[in-house]
Nanobody, 127 residues
Framework: QVQLVESGGGSVQAGGSLRLSCAAS????????MGWFRQAPGKGREAVGC???????TYADFAKGRFTISRDNANDILYLQMNSLKPDVTAMYYC?????????????????????WGQGTQVTVSS
């Protein structure tokens, strides 16, 4: 069964950090095109950052310098490290995967072709 399960969200004060995890199963994790997205109340889903099958990572502008995506291929876990958090990052965060090899892709492509999404994990940052 293809599945993504996020964890690690919570409530933190501005300036704090969180590390989100996305545990994957049922597909070839190490070579899959994956990423993180978020959705705030009343807004559409937007990209945070993505990692293609060659390990190339792209970030949304708001995430550059503060967020880091990494991949643990031994345990099939995708991470999102978030530092220097501000209230404007409050949202539900989702992990997504296109269960196939894609090189050179970006988050706009992943949003179109992702065939598996996690249930989301809530991140709330208070001032």
């Amino acid at each position: 069964q293809v599945q993504l399960v996020e964890s690690g969200g919570g409530s933190v004060q501005a300036g704090g950090s969180l590390r989100l995890s996305c545990a994957a199963s049922g597909f070839m994790f190490s070579s899959s095109f994956m990423g993180w997205f978020r959705q705030a109340p009343g807004k559409g889903r937007e990209a945070v950052g993505c990692i293609d099958s060659d390990g190339r990572i792209t970030y949304a502008d708001f995430a550059k310098g503060r967020f880091t995506i990494s991949r643990d291929n031994a345990n099939d876990i995708l991470y999102l490290q978030m530092n220097s958090l501000k209230p404007d990052v409050t949202a539900m965060y989702y992990c997504a995967a296109a269960g196939r090899r894609v090189a050179g892709g970006n988050c706009a492509i992943l949003l179109l072709i992702a065939d598996t999404w996690g249930q989301g994990t809530q991140v709330t940052v208070s001032s």
